[in-house]
Structure formats: structure tokens, C-alpha cells
């Protein structure tokens, strides 16, 4: 059975850091698209950032750009999202997910691409 655990969220301040992960278990995470949504109260869940299954090729949303850095590490079975200079608006759960074709490029659009996903973690960012 495949799982994916969130583990990293927390109240913060603004500006403050938070580095999220995504463990999965009964399922290699290798040369799998993975990707990280974020859904706050009242409100859609929306991309956050990807990195592929083939190149490890990263996206980003342009409200998390050069703030936000996913990254994989393949000898864990753990992706992560490493979270700088937070700000109010980043407050939502953030959930990973997982594409189960192999080699596949990544997307931060639709959720229907993405087959698995974790229960996701709860970020709230003071101001």
C-alpha cells in the first residue's frame, strides 16, 4: 500500500523558515514526478512546485519563486520542500503527491495528474 507522510509544519513567524517532507512508503519515489499543493481556508488547492521523475527538473509557483526549493533525496524515499522568508499568505495545508508514471515530467497544475497523496501538513505563518 502506497503512503506518503507530510512532516515538517508548524506555526512561524514571518520571514521565518520551514523545511517539509514527504516520506513515502511502498512506492520508489526514484524517476517519479513529485509534487507539493497547498490548500487554504475557503480556498482551492493550488500547485506550489514540482520536481520531475526524468531530469529532476524543478517548477515553482511565481507566489513561492525564489523563496521555495523542492528537492529529492533518493536514499531516503523523501522529497522536500525547503520554505524561506514565509509570509502570511503561505499559510494553508501542504500536501505531496505523487505521479506513478515512471520518467514523468512534472506539473503544478491540475491535481487529477498526480495518482497519490499524503494527508498533508498544517504551515501557519504569524504576522
Known amino acids: 500500500q502506497v503512503q506518503l507522510v507530510e512532516s515538517g509544519g508548524g506555526l512561524m513567524h514571518t520571514g521565518g523558515s520551514l523545511r517539509l517532507s514527504c516520506a513515502a512508503s511502498?512506492?520508489?519515489?526514484?524517476?517519479?514526478?513529485i509534487g507539493w499543493y497547498r490548500q487554504a481556508p475557503g480556498k482551492e488547492r493550488e500547485g506550489v512546485s514540482c520536481i520531475s521523475g526524468s531530469t529532476g527538473s524543478t517548477l515553482y509557483a511565481d507566489s513561492v519563486k525564489g523563496r521555495f526549493t523542492v528537492s529529492r533525496d533518493n536514499t531516503k524515499n523523501t522529497v522536500y520542500l525547503q520554505m524561506n522568508s514565509l509570509k502570511p499568505e503561505d499559510t494553508a495545508v501542504y500536501y505531496c503527491?505523487?505521479?506513478?508514471?515512471?520518467?514523468?515530467?512534472?506539473?503544478?497544475?491540475?491535481?487529477?495528474?498526480?495518482?497519490?497523496w499524503g494527508q498533508g501538513t498544517q504551515v501557519t505563518v504569524s504576522s
Open positions: 503527491a505523487v505521479d506513478r508514471g515512471y520518467g514523468s515530467s512534472c506539473s503544478i497544475g491540475a491535481i487529477w495528474e498526480y495518482d497519490y
Open positions: 511502498g512506492f520508489t519515489l526514484d524517476y517519479h514526478a
